[in-house]
């Protein structure tokens, strides 16, 4: 199987119940979680100062037979149910799920980037990641713990997401 990482994060209202559905939602689509980091705790990094703070998670899942756009679509699907709205740029959400890593697979077009542009550089993506994996390798062989130390700062708040 095909390693597939994805980001949750959210910010407003019942924070860990939204991120756990959205696991739940992401299965009944047939993007299924197979492990979950901790959720994390991390101030908003970008758009508006006075947001109230993420949680976050890293899940890796089994897409099944779904490529990378087809599991874009699912979670356009997913964010929308739970309310996602996108007014302003990393404003508050309700929810937030990225694309993190898809194998070695590297894509830059104007629907998707993999491996997620700026995971390397936040808090609230690398030490979720580090759950998973302690020692990650990037589709380009660079190695995540050799890069410089990521923005912000995160800190654990809850076991790991339950998955199917």
């Not at 979680?33 to 949680?55: K, Y």
């Not at 589709?139 to 995540?144: S, T």
């Amino acid at each position: 199987m095909t390693e597939v990482l994805l980001g949750l994060g959210s910010n407003l209202g019942d924070r860990l119940a939204t991120l756990q559905r959205a696991v739940d939602l992401l299965a009944s689509h047939g993007v299924c979680a197979v492990a979950s980091s901790r959720v994390w705790s991390t101030a908003a990094l970008g758009g508006p100062s006075d947001q109230p703070e993420f949680l976050n998670a890293v899940i890796r899942v089994d897409p099944g037979e779904l490529g990378a756009d087809e599991v874009l679509s699912v979670i356009g699907a997913v964010e929308a149910e739970l309310g996602r709205v996108r007014d302003e740029r990393w404003g508050p959400r309700t929810v937030d799920i990225d694309i993190l890593l898809w194998g070695d697979l590297v894509r830059d077009d104007a629907r998707l980037t993999i491996p997620h542009p700026r995971l390397h550089e936040r808090a609230f993506v690398v030490m979720p990641l580090l759950d998973l994996d302690p020692d990650p390798v990037l589709p380009d062989g660079r190695r995540l713990l050799e890069l410089p130390v990521p923005r912000g700062e995160a800190r654990p708040v809850g076991p790991p997401l339950a998955v199917p």
